[in-house]
């Protein structure tokens, strides 16, 4: 940096030290979308600027920053060059309150690129990027500046009209009626400007106690040596500066610490649970799918079966819904929804029960059906069953539009032809005279009958219409709820399968949450997502129609008993489908399945030491029964959307099912578990309570290995283990069969003794706050050692035939050469596409529990009775497999029979009990028996060759072959199964399918596909790449001239500065594969690092790379 420029930052900022207090500024540069290399000069010119006029500069890109404690020390915070989502809202919410003490704020260029879900931060900042020339020409180009207001110290020194070479940006959501402008630019200047004569490139404003500046220039590197923009920016900076901070002006509450919220299970491994209701005494009475009605007593803490329906189960028919009354305490009176099992109709009930609460029994023989809905029964699908209550003691009921969508391709299930009405959703969702496909409105009068509502979307009498429908439009609302103090509805709605739009049918399989005001029509079957319209389709000729109109939707089915002309369609809340969501990131991607929970206001609960905060207030709970998650979404005073956070993002839901606030205000939820239609060990109902005061440790516990031959060295360790209060912590280890206690955070013992020890970690603070963790440590039986030996390449598929060898070693047992016959070694190879290595793991656990099962038959009397092809006393193997097939229903049910005994079934003679058996064992044995018949489960050769030919016809992957064993175990110590899998891949990877990666992007370009953007000086790293047999190397790069200015590509080993093994050029426009000789033969496994580099890109990205190919 030149003295005349050091000369300029300390004439510039001598007045900051008149008033600074803290004289600190933080420039934050995270980036979660693009990255400028300008960063890299951003950062360098605050920190001189800082050095030159002693003031502290804190460069970060952690948002950990962002908390309160840490925000008070800082004048100004800087956002150089953000992109994306780099805020969680515990983080938003303390640099909201920073803001409001009176904290200045700097943007700089894309800092406009930054948080598109904040409402609060898009005020702040006062636009948001919306575009930039690029698409027939670069993206940095010169224009021509022209000053707004030179009155403003930031422009005071600038000409009235200059010029420069930047990226200027289009802005979208710009606030002018707030914003004060400074900088605009000339579009005449430059080319493909989109925003007309009026284009600011600058501005500032004061906002909710704090100041905001913005600049769009900072693209370029050369902007933070240019001496008009410095003084712009440093000027700016000055402006923003907070001479103090107030906290007693803040507005925002602090989000509340997750750590603070305490999940208990009440109950688990339920069958099929699905609603729930919490009674004013804290009892929580939940349904489950097959019938029953169970009652936890938060006083015995015991869960009680209250009462039993028969219920019609086939398809997802059953026990869908409970509700009390709102007068539940006076008059005792529940609502269910339900399938009866009979043979004279094929309704489904809401029915009102009356609850005897001194013997906590559902006296059935009361009940009065209040409403009928027609159901088909002979297909599925989608049955709603929701019920929930208004003040004014109305009842909402949703039902599902008891349409198959089979048959429809994931679209609109619109089949028209004669007895395709099962498979026409306009003959119940868009049919406004039934009942399914509808959120109903009814209020149920003391005789059990009920009257309609003023207000509902038909009036009572009118032609063609049910007066009940409040909602009409509906594929399968599962659960709602209804916000008590606002009246206004809530609900998720669940969406068709197609996993991608298709112009000729219509949209991908968007799913909802929706808020419902007012009556409305709500689009299925004819609309989706944001009212995307589906064409009309022909299912006889496979022609598609006219898409549908949102303002006029019609309903032209034959199957229609209802009117033609429908209400225009309503827009939903919130929408998104199977792939990342670019209006809701926090969605994520994948299956979905959204759920309406409930909408918190604090003063309509009871003070109690687990109730929520009022950091909740308004803010409407939206979960994901696929995703495993749940949101906060923060609705305004006129209870509009107003953004969204995840709520205990890092605890784990199995499927949540449905969820109410006590009156004692603690969350229950009710989690299905994850297996469908089956009782599943994680089903559960739980609590969630809010700890406003000091928290108990958080113990964790880690040991070097969990089972082994005696003696048994362990190393232990307390890593994780915290108090999150920062109270002094004490440990405590009992280790069991008269090995000493220890005080020690990581004792070290040795167990000599074979045996199954229970260790225990007691950690206690200071408080008094005491917490534990329980780990089992299995002495007396040594883990068998399982390898896969490949003969060619281990990385990648180079041959059609690939040779492979297993070997096991096991202390006890001995080895395949001596003592362990191959035949219990299971060997599997498979052919996975797209390499999944979640789907690998589940392989590896399909194997052990194969062969788990198999050693838990031979060690027990099974062979008495049984054989494994052949009837015996009992059935074959075989026998059992054919006529059970293989789910969690029939594993459960069999499990019980072998602990229980029985007989029936296959004769007179009747099965011995096994009680010495656990659930975990029995599954393991009839998950082997219903396996046994299953190719994919019949064991491999210990060695041998295969033939590579599945990817050829198949999408990329890999080859996995995986072995396991299951030793024969001790007296005291059962069989440990141990595995070991290889990954062999076809030869062309993904770019994007780096390890590790620095100063790239991700993008997606059609046709192309996937795209990893190179920067100069960025790389891409591919761990433990095997290059024996390799020679050449194919890079897919492509660079469009305007867009992207080419560069180098060097291969190097081990690291980003390694040895180089060859390089390649990417020149401007190129679009074809470059390949690359290596110089010598490679017999090794590697890192490979790919280094782009072009000194002179000046900030613009070198070129995309979608596929590299590994050749012999």
């Known amino acids: 940096m030149s003295k005349k420029f050091n000369l300029f930052l300390l004439t510039a900022f001598t007045s900051f030290q008149l008033f600074a207090q803290q004289n600190s500024?933080?420039?934050?540069?995270?980036?979660?979308?693009?990255?400028?290399?300008?960063?890299?000069?951003?950062r360098e010119f605050f920190e001189n600027l800082g050095k030159t006029n002693g003031f502290k500069v804190v460069l970060s890109e952690n948002s950990d920053e962002f908390n309160e404690e840490n925000l008070k020390k800082f004048n100004a915070v800087v956002f150089l060059?953000?992109?994306?989502?780099?805020?969680?809202?515990?983080?938003?919410?303390?640099?909201?309150?920073?803001?409001?003490s009176g904290g200045g704020y700097l943007g700089i260029h894309a800092a406009s690129?930054?948080?598109?879900?904040?409402?609060?931060?898009?005020?702040?900042?006062?636009?948001?990027?919306?575009s930039h020339p690029g698409r027939n020409v670069s993206n940095v180009q010169n224009g021509k500046m022209m000053v707004i207001d030179r009155n403003h110290p930031s422009t005071a020194h600038l000409p009235e009209t200059f010029e420069r070479e930047?990226?200027?940006?289009?802005?979208?959501?710009?606030?002018?009626?707030?914003?004060?402008?400074?900088?605009?630019?000339?579009?005449?200047?430059?080319?493909?400007?989109?925003?007309?004569?009026?284009?600011?490139?600058?501005?500032?404003?004061?906002?909710?106690?704090?100041?905001?500046?913005?600049?769009?220039f900072g693209h370029t590197p050369a902007t933070f040596s240019e001496p008009l923009m410095t003084k712009h920016l440093s000027?700016?900076?000055?402006?923003?500066?907070?001479?103090?901070?107030?906290?007693?002006?803040?507005?925002?509450?602090?989000?509340?610490?997750?750590?603070?919220?305490?999940?208990?299970?009440?109950?688990?491994?339920?069958?099929?649970?699905?609603?729930?209701?919490?009674?004013?005494?804290?009892?929580?009475?939940?349904?489950?799918?097959?019938?029953?009605?169970?009652?936890?007593?938060?006083?015995?803490?015991?869960?009680?079966?209250?009462?039993?329906?028969?219920?019609?189960?086939?398809?997802?028919?059953?026990?869908m819904g409970v509700s009390l009354d709102p007068n539940f305490v006076n008059n005792n009176w529940l609502y269910f929804y339900y399938s009866p099992e009979t043979d004279q109709h094929k309704d489904n009930f809401l029915s009102r029960f009356t609850y005897d609460q001194n013997t906590d029994t559902v006296l059935i023989s009361t009940e009065k059906i209040v409403l009928r809905v027609h159901a088909k029964r002979d297909e599925c699908c989608h049955t709603g069953g929701s019920i929930d209550w208004d003040a004014k003691g109305n009842l909402f009921l949703s039902t599902g539009d008891d349409t198959n969508p089979f048959a429809s391709d994931g679209y609109a299930p619109i089949d028209f032809r004669e007895g395709r009405q099962g498979w026409d959703a306009l003959s119940t969702s868009g049919n406004t005279n039934d009942l399914r496909g509808k959120i109903l409105r009814i209020h149920p009068e003391n005789d059990g009958t009920y009257t309609i509502p003023e207000g509902n979307l038909f009036p009572n009498g009118m032609e063609k219409t049910r007066p009940e429908i409040y909602v009409m439009g509906n594929r399968n609302p599962y659960r709602i709820s209804v916000d008590k103090k606002t009246g206004f509805l809530y609900w998720g709605e669940i969406g068709p399968d197609a996993g991608k739009s298709n112009p000729e049918r219509g949209p991908e399989g968007y799913v909802e949450f929706n808020q419902a005001r007012k009556p409305g029509f709500f689009g299925w079957p004819i609309f989706a997502g944001n009212n995307t319209p589906y064409r009309a389709y022909d299912f006889e000729t496979k022609k598609s129609g006219e898409l549908f109109d949102p303002l006029k939707p019609v309903n032209l089915s034959p199957h229609n008993t209802g009117l033609k002309n429908l209400p225009p369609t309503q827009k939903p809340m919130i929408w998104y489908g199977y792939g990342d969501s670019k209006d809701f990131p926090l969605m994520e991607k994948?299956?979905?399945?959204?759920?309406?929970?409930?909408?918190?206001?604090?003063?309509e609960y009871q003070n109690s030491d687990g109730k929520f905060p009022n950091y909740f207030d308004n803010k409407f709970f939206a979960y994901e029964w696929m995703r495993d998650w749940i949101v906060a979404v923060t609705l305004d005073k006129d209870g509009n959307y107003a953004g969204m956070e995840r709520f205990m993002p890092n605890t784990k839901f199995y499927h949540p099912m449905d969820m109410a606030f006590g009156q004692n205000g603690v969350l229950y939820t009710l989690e299905y578990g994850m297996n469908w239609f089956a009782q599943n060990e994680e089903a559960q109902l739980s609590m969630i309570e809010y700890n406003a005061g000091n928290r108990k440790p958080v113990v964790k516990v880690k040991a070097s290995v969990t089972e082994g031959a005696a003696p048994l060295t362990v190393k232990f360790s307390t890593e994780g283990t915290l108090d999150y209060d920062n109270d002094k912590i004490y440990y405590d280890w009992t280790f069991g069969k008269s090995i000493p206690n220890s005080k020690l955070a990581n004792p070290s013992v040795v167990f000599t003794k074979p045996g199954i020890y229970d260790v225990n970690l007691s950690v206690k603070d200071s408080e008094g706050n005491e917490n534990n963790e329980i780990v089992k440590i299995k002495v007396g039986n040594a883990v068998p050692v399982v390898d896969i030996k490949i003969k060619s390449n281990k990385s990648f598929v180079l041959d059609e035939t690939i040779d492979y060898e297993v070997t096991v070693f096991d202390k006890e047992d001995g080895s395949l050469i001596r003592g362990i016959n191959p035949e219990d070694v299971m060997v599997s190879i498979n052919y996975l596409e797209g390499y999944d290595k979640t789907v690998l793991e589940q392989g590896h656990k399909s194997n052990e529990s194969f062969m788990t099962g198999k050693r838990h038959i031979e060690k027990s009397d099974c062979a008495a009775c049984h054989s494994k092809d052949k009837k015996s006393i009992g059935p074959s193997y075989y026998d059992i497999a054919d006529k059970y097939p293989k789910n969690a229903t029939n594993i459960t049910i069999l499990a019980n029979k072998i602990i229980s005994g029985g007989g029936g079934v296959w004769g007179e003679q009747a099965m011995a009990a096994h009680p010495q058996l656990g659930q975990t064992e029995a599954k393991e044995i009839v998950d082997y028996i219903l396996s046994i018949k299953d190719p994919k489960a019949t064991s491999k050769p210990i060695s041998g060759s295969f033939k590579a030919n599945d990817h050829k016809t198949k999408k990329e992957g890999a080859y996995i072959i995986q072995a396991s064993y299951t030793d024969k175990g001790g007296k005291i110590i059962g069989s440990i199964t141990n595995s070991k899998s290889v990954a062999i891949k076809t030869p062309i990877l993904s770019a994007q399918a780096y390890d590790k990666t620095e100063n790239t992007q991700k993008f997606s370009v059609a046709p192309v596909g996937d795209l990893l953007i190179a920067n100069h000086n960025s790389f891409a790293e591919y761990e433990k790449i095997d290059l024996t047999g390799i020679s050449k190397i194919s890079i897919s790069a492509f660079s469009q001239a305007g867009q992207s200015v080419g560069g180098s590509i060097e291969i190097r080993l081990g690291s980003a500065t390694g040895l180089l093994i060859g390089s390649t050029t990417i020149s401007a426009g190129n679009m074809l594969p470059k390949e690359v000789t290596l110089p010598k033969a490679f017999a090794k496994t590697e890192d490979i690092f790919f280094v782009f580099k072009n000194e002179n890109a000046e900030g613009k990205p070198l070129f995309g790379i979608s596929k590299i190919e590994f050749k012999k």
Do not use: C
């Open 166 to 216: 930047d990226e200027f940006y289009d802005f979208k959501s710009l606030k002018t009626d707030k914003l004060k402008f400074l900088v605009k630019v000339d579009e005449k200047s430059y080319k493909e400007g989109k925003m007309g004569d009026f284009h600011p490139m600058s501005w500032y404003h004061e906002y909710d106690g704090g100041k905001s500046f913005y600049s769009n």
């Open 25 to 42: 500024v933080l420039v934050f540069s995270k980036t979660a979308g693009f990255r400028h290399v300008s960063i890299k000069e951003g």
């Open 235 to 319: 000027e700016g900076l000055k402006w923003a500066w907070a001479s103090k901070l107030d906290y007693t002006k803040v507005k925002t509450q602090r989000a509340p610490e997750e750590n603070r919220f305490i999940k208990t299970t009440l109950v688990k491994n339920l069958d099929e649970p699905t609603e729930l209701a919490v009674m004013p005494n804290g009892k929580v009475i939940f349904v489950e799918r097959k019938g029953a009605i169970k009652l936890w007593n938060p006083k015995t803490k015991e869960t009680k079966l209250v009462g039993q329906l028969n219920v019609y189960k086939k398809f997802e028919y059953g026990l």
């Open 113 to 130: 690129d930054t948080e598109y879900n904040w409402p609060w931060y898009n005020d702040l900042m006062g636009g948001y990027f919306a």
């Open 590 to 603: 994948g299956g979905a399945n959204p759920m309406g929970g409930p909408v918190y206001h604090s003063e």
């Open 81 to 100: 060059n953000t992109t994306g989502d780099v805020l969680n809202p515990a983080q938003q919410a303390d640099f909201e309150r920073y803001i409001q």
